[in-house]
Nanobody, 126 residues
Framework: QVQVVESGGGLVQAGGSLSLSCTVS????????MGWFRQAPGKEQEGVSW????????YYVDSVKGRFTISRDNAKRTVYLRMISLKPEDTAMYYC???????????????????WGQGTQVTVSS
């Protein structure tokens, strides 16, 4: 049984920073690309950042480039999202996602997600 558990959300003022973590069990973590998605109230879910199975290639949606950094530690079976210079528009529920195929080397959309975490709330006050 695959388990995906996020942590690290919270409330922060605009300009502040937060780090999210996501630990995965129940599969060979180092074979799978990982992603972070978010959903704000009244908006569609959107992909934010992805890291391929090797950890070499990373991808970001334009709105977070230069502010968010994704990384992974395969020994700890964990993927991270470091967020700086946060803006009120970053407020959303953030979800960790496991791609549904091994050796993924590009970003992937919601239709390609095999496993989701429960989500962690990020709130940025102005």
């Amino acid at each position: 049984q695959v388990q995906v558990v996020e942590s690290g959300g919270g409330l922060v003022q605009a300009g502040g920073s937060l780090s999210l973590s996501c630990t995965v069990s129940g599969l060979s973590f180092d074979l799978y690309a990982m992603g972070w998605f978010r959903q704000a109230p009244g908006k569609e879910q959107e992909g934010v950042s992805w890291i391929d199975w090797s950890g070499i290639n990373t991808y970001y949606v334009d709105s977070v480039k230069g502010r968010f950094t994704i990384s992974r530690d395969n020994a700890k079976r964990t993927v991270y999202l470091r967020m700086i210079s946060l803006k009120p528009e970053d407020t959303a529920m953030y979800y960790c996602a496991v791609e549904g195929r091994t050796y993924g080397d590009k970003y992937f959309d919601v239709d390609e997600v095999a496993n989701w975490g429960q989500g962690t709330q990020v709130t940025v006050s102005s």
